[in-house]
């Protein structure tokens, strides 16, 4: 059994969703055959509480010059990035010549409304085509890992830093006391940590198991996250629930005894307490609902291509390569997958090699059926495909239940 990434108790694995490939390993016809693959299984360390993959893909396989992911895609997400980094500028970085990092800072998303206030910054990212997009759009770039190698370079050429920002990134960290040690050596004795990243609850209450894949190699609660950080020092003093991602919590963390610690800490402790995060039951609960899930969408998908509907999927998410495996749902099933991602169109989807195209395919005409794979992005996607709906087209959704929505389920 694996050893925990935390604490190194033994591993307890929850569920096994098969060999898989990699969640953003789009790729074309004639690299079929030699499509990397994995075990993918989510485990839970009764010890300190952390839910974790078995099995870690090496980096590079996930993170390299062609990460097909661009935080910028969605319209809501800059938005909320927006409204973090004045959060962050107005409340932490008012020091003159105050210095902000954020690790796995993607294209610039967050950064990118900091650098126009003149504040000192740096991104962190090891992708080197989204690190490039992030240099273009005026936000100061190093494309590398973040462990204590590189906190030292930092620190030897910026000083310490005040801030310390990561979203949607921690989750992808595989040796997270690395992680830690780093973040000593970059923060300054006062310097406060945030970061964010989808929550435990909220995946367990959806039943949102396809945010289960290579890259996400942790699944926080304060729990957990508490447990690992207070072997470094550090504290968390305020969490704060997010609504992105289906479900995110967003923790401050500073050196222990050097920030006020809000109650928001206990309360969500014993909210996850009382909510059974502590406890095996709750994943093997989690596991059943997983395994009916699956049925439920097999059983429309079916249905729908028994009557002779044409089903497309929508958003060629990470996610969305979970449940497909997972499913194994093929061109069988579902057409096509639209996506706005320019380096995604065209390509196939990883290991069910489902056609991946541009959403002007979607348009012509339009499909009877969508499987909204981007269900995190629901208003936006609903909200600027009215025509979809006008047409006669029907969304379906698998998350937080499988259904056809304005129909309440699957008949
Ligand atoms: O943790 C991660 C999260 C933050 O982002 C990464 N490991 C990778 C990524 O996960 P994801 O791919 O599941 O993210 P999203 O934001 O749910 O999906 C984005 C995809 O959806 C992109 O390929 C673009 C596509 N999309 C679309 O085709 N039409 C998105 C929107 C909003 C749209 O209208
Ligand atoms: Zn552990």
Same mark, same amino acid.
């Given at each position: ?10 591993? =307890? ?16 016809? =004639? ?14 360390? $009764? ?23 661009? @935080? ?12 973090? +980094? ?5 409340r932490w970085l008012q020091a003159p010549n105050a210095f902000v990092v954020e690790v796995g800072s993607n294209d610039g998303a967050l950064l990118r409304n900091i650098a126009p206030l003149g504040i000192r910054h740096l991104g962190v990212e090891p992708s080197g ?5 992030? $240099? ?7 494309? *590398? ?10 620190? +030897? ?20 006391? @690395? ?8 923060? !300054? ?19 949102? #198991? ?37 479900? @995110? ?14 109650? @928001? ?15 095996? =039951?709750? #994943?093997?609960?989690?596991?059943? !609902? ?24 929508y958003a060629a998410t990470s996610k969305s390569t979970t449940v497909l495996n997972y499913c194994e749902i093929s061109t069988e099933l579902i057409e096509f997958i639209s996506d706005t991602t320019p380096i995604k169109q065209w390509k196939y989807s990883p290991g ?21 794979? +981007?269900?995190?992005? +629901? ?10 709906? =006008?047409?006669?087209? *029907? ?17």
């Amino acid at each position: 059994m694996k050893g925990c990434g935390v604490c190194g108790s033994s591993v =307890e694995p929850v569920i096994f969703f098969g060999r898989m490939p990699l969640a953003n390993g789009f790729l074309r016809q =004639e690299d079929f055959s030699t499509e990397y693959f994995y075990d993918l299984t989510f485990g839970f360390c $009764s010890n300190c509480r952390m839910a974790q993959l078995i099995e870690n893909v090496p980096l590079e396989k996930m993170f390299h010059a062609e990460y097909p992911f661009f @935080s910028s895609t969605s319209s809501g997400m800059t938005q909320h990035f927006r409204r973090l +980094a004045h959060e962050v500028a107005h409340r932490w970085l008012q020091a003159p010549n105050a210095f902000v990092v954020e690790v796995g800072s993607n294209d610039g998303a967050l950064l990118r409304n900091i650098a126009p206030l003149g504040i000192r910054h740096l991104g962190v990212e090891p992708s080197g085509n989204v690190a490039k997009a992030a $240099s273009s759009n005026g936000v100061e770039t190093t494309c *590398r890992f973040f462990d204590p190698v590189a906190a030292r370079d930092i620190v +030897a050429t910026y000083g310490q830093a005040d801030v310390v920002l990561a979203t949607n990134c921690f989750c992808h960290i595989q040796d997270l006391h @690395s992680l830690a040690e780093a973040l000593e050596i970059v923060l !300054k004795p006062v310097g406060v940590l945030i970061f964010e990243d989808p929550y435990l609850g909220d995946l367990i209450g959806n039943v949102a #198991y396809d945010q289960i894949y290579d890259e996400h190699s942790y699944y926080f609660s304060i729990l957990s996250v508490d447990h690992w950080l207070t072997q470094h020092g550090f504290e968390t003093v305020d969490v704060r629930p997010q609504t992105v991602h289906g479900g @995110s919590m967003r923790y401050v963390v500073g050196r222990v005894g050097t920030c006020e610690r809000s109650r @928001s800490v206990d309360t969500q402790k014993e909210r996850e307490l009382n909510f059974g995060l502590q406890r095996f =039951e709750t #994943y093997l609960d989690f596991r059943s !609902k997983i395994h009916f899930s699956r049925e439920k969408l097999l059983r429309l998908l079916q249905r729908l291509k028994n009557e002779g509907r044409r089903v497309v999927g929508y958003a060629a998410t990470s996610k969305s390569t979970t449940v497909l495996n997972y499913c194994e749902i093929s061109t069988e099933l579902i057409e096509f997958i639209s996506d706005t991602t320019p380096i995604k169109q065209w390509k196939y989807s990883p290991g069910m090699h489902i056609p991946v195209r541009p959403p002007t395919e979607f348009e012509s005409p339009y499909p009877d059926y969508a499987l909204l794979f +981007a269900w995190n992005h +629901a208003e936006e996607i609903t909200n600027k495909e009215l025509h979809f709906n =006008e047409a006669g087209g *029907r969304w379906i959704r698998y998350v937080p239940r499988v259904e056809i929505v304005g129909e309440g389920g699957d008949k």
